[in-house]
């Protein structure tokens, strides 16, 4: 049923309907709009505007039209434009008349403002315990693979040697950001704007304060205008799911680079792989191309919700009934990957030796500078003094590690060291100690910290 044709004499075009109705996606919101709408009929009895009678039958209505949702059975009709009008025909249909008494004093606009923020408080929490899922699985491969080694990369370019534990964890802490954000995110959801009416606020005394405890929000908006036109916590949410992608965007990247003949750290497990129509010899890692892929897909979602939002030039306008979609689909998209990527992560098989081949010696120049600090020269030079060493290597097509005695002395005279010791993966990352290093002592507490993370 329309909510609102009394003004018209004809109908609506009918293209123009389907253009203009948004039941296929705001269904979504079908439980807290009943919930929404039950608090609500709570304060019209408080006011006097519902008896005791009629109260109890609206009650009685919304817990059916609840129990439909949650068993699936409600039918939506051609003529639903919104989640809102389905759930008042159905509630025309079951008690009749007293239905319309159910929208006094309340908007479509402070309504669905109201659903939107209750299904992102309803949902973010779901979000939050899966990406911890996934940030528990990346502190298991960090105990499991304490012992390994690899060579990290800044520029792409060979950089120093690292646990591999240090390298899983990395992104552990870019995605505890990421769930911080979200908890952020949820505060700013927690604002109650029903009882703003469309734009000037409700003529009916209700009690706002008592409203929002009953749904669980933490306060009320305090401007009516501001309340219905403000999707500052979708665009929050958008933003955080987003960044969220990008993080697991550059986890796959790595993946993708690591699994492949080129690199060989990883063997993709077959469950998460995928082979080629036509080279029988291929094993792709479709589900982190996937990944990165879905955070392009995402990033266009916060673009056009900015994109919507920047030019609305008043309170509520159609346009916001776009702020939905976008919202969703974010959602979906991290409800759908991070699953995967738990799994696709325990699964991965490490290949150690190929890992320590490609500690070339020349990622160990930092060592031989800091070393010779330590004896006392200051660092910029020592920075130039390794650096004619890797010059002087190179024209030998040699690394620096198999410079004689000699050649080290005429680079450095009168200075004694043992440069042999320095050239060693485990010597190199013991140096590291310091809280945040790859020093295996550092990183196992690092994984303690992070495990109490998980628990707050």
């Known amino acids: ?58 009650h009685q209505g919304l817990e059916q039209i609840q129990s439909e949702f ?32 159910l929208h006094t004093g309340r908007s479509r606009n402070d309504q669905v403002a109201t659903d939107f923020r209750l299904w992102l408080l309803d949902q973010i929490p779901e979000i939050l315990k899966t990406i911890g899922q996934f940030q528990a699985q990346l502190i298991t491969r960090a105990e499991m693979d304490m012992d390994l080694v690899m060579p990290a990369y800044t520029h792409l370019q060979r950089a120093q040697p690292v646990l591999l534990s240090h390298w899983w964890l990395s992104f552990f802490w870019a995605l ?45 908006s305090r401007n009516s205008m501001d309340a219905v036109s403000d999707r500052d916590f979708a665009v929050q949410f958008v933003f955080d799911a987003v960044l969220c992608g990008v993080h697991l965007s550059r986890l796959a990247e790595q993946v993708v680079l690591f699994t492949s003949a080129e690199f060989g750290f990883f063997v993709l497990d077959d469950a998460f792989a995928t082979g080629s129509s036509l080279m029988p010899q291929k094993k792709n890692s ?5 990944t990165r892929g879905k955070a392009g897909t995402m990033l266009g979602l916060l673009t056009g919700l900015l994109a919507t939002l920047k030019g609305l030039p008043s309170t509520y306008d159609k ?13 979906d998209i991290l409800m759908a990957v991070l699953p995967v990527l738990t799994k696709a992560i325990a699964t991965l098989r490490v290949n150690p030796a190929r890992m320590a081949a490609a500690i070339d010696p020349s990622v160990y120049a930092t060592d031989v500078a800091d070393l010779l600090v330590k004896v006392g020269i200051p660092f910029r030079e020592t920075h130039g003094l390794v650096g004619q060493a890797v010059r002087v290597a190179a024209g030998q097509a040699k690394g620096i590690q198999e410079l004689s005695v000699e050649e080290w002395q005429a680079i450095i005279p ?31 507490e690092q994984i303690n910290t992070a495990r109490r993370c998980l628990l707050v």
Not at 71 to 97: L, N, W
Not at 420 to 444: D, E, K, N, W, Y
Request: aromatic share 10%; with cysteine; hydrophobic share 45%.
């Open 286 to 290: 479709d589900v982190f191309e996937l």
């Open 319 to 331: 346009d916001l009934q776009e702020d939905k979609q976008a919202v969703f689909q974010a959602f």
């Open 414 to 444: 009168g200075v004694t060291i043992d440069w042999q010791a320095v050239f060693s993966p485990q010597a190199s990352i013991a140096t590291r100690s310091v809280v945040g290093g790859t020093a295996p002592a550092a990183v196992l």
């Open 70 to 101: 949650s068993q699936k059975t409600f039918v939506f009709q051609p003529g639903d434009e919104d989640i809102h009008s389905a759930v008042e025909r159905r509630m025309y249909e079951i008690i009749g008349a007293t239905a319309g008494k």
């Open 176 to 220: 505890e950001r990421d769930r911080q954000r979200l908890v952020f995110a949820q505060q700013e959801c927690a604002v109650l704007p029903l009882g703003s009416g469309a734009v000037a606020g409700t003529s009916f005394p209700i009690d706002r304060e008592a409203l929002a405890a009953q749904l669980g929000f933490a306060k009320i």
């Open 1 to 58: 049923m329309s909510l609102w044709g009394g003004r018209f004499s004809g109908s609506m075009d009918p293209d123009a309907w389907i253009l203009n109705a948004s039941i296929l996606f705001d269904q979504r919101m079908a439980r807290q709009d009943v919930t929404g709408s039950q608090a609500w009929a709570q304060q019209l009895q408080a006011i006097g505007v519902l008896n005791v009678e009629e109260y109890a039958a609206i």
